[in-house]
């Protein structure tokens, strides 16, 4: 039902009112729910978060086994990536529910947390600027909380098994088999804001990566920044401007001068062109075009030459020059 995201976030809001006597029977029928092939995502990321929130409120007074839970988000986080249109909304409440589920609980079990952390990295490749670096801020959080699974940072370390992503429960995939490579491909990464998150991520433990600004600010408060939406340019911080042509600024320089001159009658024109750079070497292409040139019978020597010519045109680069 579309209903059923607004009742959940309602009672997410008023668990803490909720009677201790009747919580175990919410946590009961929200573990029912997820079990439901039907649900969507944004009612299972709900479901998610309206089990972990109430448990929250209520502290230690209630024990209550929440692996179905775990086991439930580390398959359906996944699935936010078909619904990309909408991660304005999803992915705040992916969000949401890893700081509920790593920094509020204590006592996880390793594998658990490397699965997620091997999960956001892969998630992060797939998604737009804003929600992966929202998704990196989170897995720095846990890399410095868990300093155990530092251990995928490393190449060298080689833990148990095979590490296999499509398993649905993150206790047996064998996370620290793998690494996380998913690092080096966001280096590569078109927005500024990426190569200096990934580095953060690479050197968690230095001590002057501490001192940024950037680190002060939560994953959400990141994700709204770097929005794209919010930006006239689409993209924050905004791209470096390309540089001025010397072509041009050569121009601006001369024009300036004719202005100050008073008699412009003694001004010495000075012409700026583009040639081509005859002192590259041939390429393939235009060799092979030569040799096919040569084999062809033409009556007109002048249309031979002609054609050679245009070849040469379209194949030699060019840059300003000067004379």
């Known amino acids: 039902s579309p209903l059923l995201p607004v009742v959940l976030a309602g009672l997410a809001k008023f668990s803490h009112l909720v009677n ?3 919580l175990t029977n919410l946590i009961q029928v929200l573990r029912e729910e997820i079990q439901n092939s039907s649900l969507s995502v944004a009612s299972s990321l709900h479901c998610v978060f309206t089990a972990f929130q109430t448990l929250n409120y209520q502290g230690n007074t209630l024990k209550v086994d929440l692996k179905a839970f775990f086991t439930f988000f580390y398959a359906v986080c996944f699935k936010v ?3 990309i249109s909408e991660h304005r909304t999803l992915l705040p409440m992916v969000i ?3 700081q509920l589920m790593f920094t509020e609980t204590k006592q996880l079990a390793l594998d658990r947390i490397a699965a997620f ?3 956001l990295l892969m998630m992060s490749l797939y998604l737009p600027p804003n929600g ?4 990196l801020s989170m897995t720095r959080e846990l890399l410095k909380k868990y300093p155990k699974t530092r251990s995928l940072l490393d190449n060298e370390f080689s833990g148990g098994g ?3 992503p499509e398993i649905e429960d993150p206790e047996h995939c064998h996370p620290f088999a793998s690494t996380t490579w998913e690092l080096m491909l966001l280096r590569q990464h078109y927005h500024p804001e990426f190569n200096k998150w990934v580095q953060l991520i690479s050197t968690v433990s230095a001590e002057k990566s501490v001192t940024m600004e950037d680190l002060q600010k939560p994953p959400l408060a990141l994700f ?4 794209p939406v919010s930006h006239p340019s689409g993209l924050y911080p905004p791209a470096a401007e390309v540089p001025q042509h010397p072509f041009k600024k050569n121009l601006h320089r001369l024009e300036k001068q004719l202005e100050k001159m008073k008699d412009k009658k003694k001004f010495v024109k000075a012409n700026w062109y583009i040639s081509p750079q005859v002192e590259y070497p041939t390429s393939g292409f235009m060799s092979s075009v ?10 007109d020597d002048e249309a031979k030459k002609s054609l050679l010519t245009l070849f040469q045109n379209c194949a030699l680069s060019k840059k300003p020059t000067k004379k």
């Open 20 to 22: 201790l006597d009747l």
């Open 81 to 83: 990536l078909y619904h």
């Open 96 to 98: 949401k529910c890893l």
């Open 117 to 119: 952390i091997k999960r």
């Open 132 to 135: 992966a670096v929202a998704l």
């Open 162 to 164: 095979i590490y296999l």
């Open 224 to 227: 709204e920044e770097l929005d």
């Open 290 to 299: 030569q040799d096919q040139i040569k084999d062809v019978t033409v009556s």
